[in-house]
């Protein structure tokens, strides 16, 4: 209350008392009258109290406006570096994707190629091991053809050697008597039949009979003559047609009709390959059907249930068939035969008419042998 005597601190403003509680405390607990009211109760200066209450008002209001300004640019600062670093992040990541993809492509190509190097490698292992197996077997085949050959071969050349002497290709080997019988058989004509020597009608060749009573066919010869001269594997040539038709026909014949005719050409054509089958055992069951190779207890061509110790196979074909000791005899008999026709026509045989004339005589013996059943047993 006004006493009436002035106030030694008259016009100054009282001082302001430090206030613990928050702006935002005060504001919403009490009022500003009542914030007025209590600084005036508390003051012990008059009408002063008011004006004091509002200027500290104002001062809470503006230091909270500006915390409220330093708080907001924090804020602003501290998301803008947010933002900067979840970019940064993005692009991290976004590189870091893009490697992940170009490495699985690479790692991708990678395993395809490797793949595909395997594959590469197995075929040509596959490859490689087929045609080592089809050369194995082919040479097998040849192995054996030569063998057959070079047997051939030995019966066929007529060789003469000091110790052994051939005396048909040297007559002055030949004792007197002899040597001056074949002469006066040479200037006596009209002797007996039996001696005298056969003049061959178409070549003018003269057959002499030989030691042991065998007398050559003047028709055959004649026509083995005319062959001889101009050799070839056609068969409508006079000579190789009687064999084909008398012989290697009636040979080749067997109760497989269809298979016989295949047999046939290949032997032909010089493609059929006989193999031993005793070193390996054949796949047997569906598994040998499906394979060609049928059965080593029944013979391929006959039909006949024998022990089948051979195969055949014709060409370059993967199928094989077996035979029995019987069959392979009859082809190849057939085959011999072939292989001294072939020889002649390459001039491999240096022999005159005479004595290639009886070996073609003796390989048809062999051929009409191996068809009424004569076969040596290690056939």
Not at 32 to 51: D, I, K, Q, R
Request: glycine residues 6%.
């Amino acid at each position: 209350m006004w006493s009436g005597q002035p106030h030694p601190d008259e016009g100054r403003p009282p001082p302001l008392e430090a206030v613990p509680v928050s702006w935002k405390s005060q504001s919403r607990r009490e009022p500003p009258g009542a914030l007025v009211g209590t600084s005036a109760g508390e003051g012990a200066h008059g009408e002063e109290g008011p004006a004091a209450a509002q200027l500290d008002v104002s001062r809470l209001r503006s230091s909270s406006m500006e915390i409220r300004e330093k708080g907001s640019e924090f804020l602003k600062e501290e998301l803008h570096k947010a933002q900067k670093e979840l970019k940064l992040k993005d692009e991290e990541c976004e590189r870091l994707s893009r490697v992940r993809e170009q490495l699985e492509r690479e790692l991708e190509e990678l395993t395809a190629s490797l793949f595909e190097e395997a594959h590469k490698m197995v075929r040509e292992a596959n490859t490689k091991q087929a045609a080592s197996e089809k050369q194995l077997k082919e040479a097998r085949g040849k192995i054996d053809m030569l063998q057959a050959e070079v047997t051939a071969l030995k019966t066929l050349v007529i060789t003469s050697t000091p110790a052994s002497p051939n005396r048909e290709l040297h007559p002055q080997l030949l004792s007197p008597t002899k040597a001056g019988a074949r002469k006066g058989h040479l200037r006596h004509k009209s002797t007996s039949s039996a001696l005298c020597p056969i003049a061959c009608p178409a070549a003018g060749h003269i057959l002499t009979p030989d030691k042991d009573g065998k007398e050559a066919d003047t028709t055959l010869f004649a026509e083995f003559q005319a062959w001889r001269e101009s050799p070839t594997l056609d068969k409508d040539s006079p000579f190789l047609g009687r064999v084909y038709r008398e012989d290697v026909g009636p040979c080749l014949d067997f109760t497989a009709q269809e298979l016989s005719a295949l047999v046939r050409a290949a032997v032909e054509d010089n493609t059929l390959t006989i193999e031993p089958v005793a070193s390996h055992t054949p796949p047997t069951g569906k598994a040998a059907a499906a394979a060609g190779y049928g059965s080593t207890n029944t013979c391929a061509l006959s039909g006949l249930a024998r022990a089948c110790r051979h195969r055949i196979r014709l060409g370059d074909s993967e199928s094989h068939y077996y035979i029995s000791p019987s069959s392979r005899a009859r082809i190849t008999a057939v085959c011999n035969f072939f292989t001294y026709i072939r020889y002649i026509q390459q001039g491999l045989v240096r022999q005159d008419a005479e004595p290639m004339f009886w070996e073609v005589t003796r390989l048809r013996k062999e051929m009409s042998l191996a068809k009424l059943g004569f076969f040596p047993q290690e056939a």
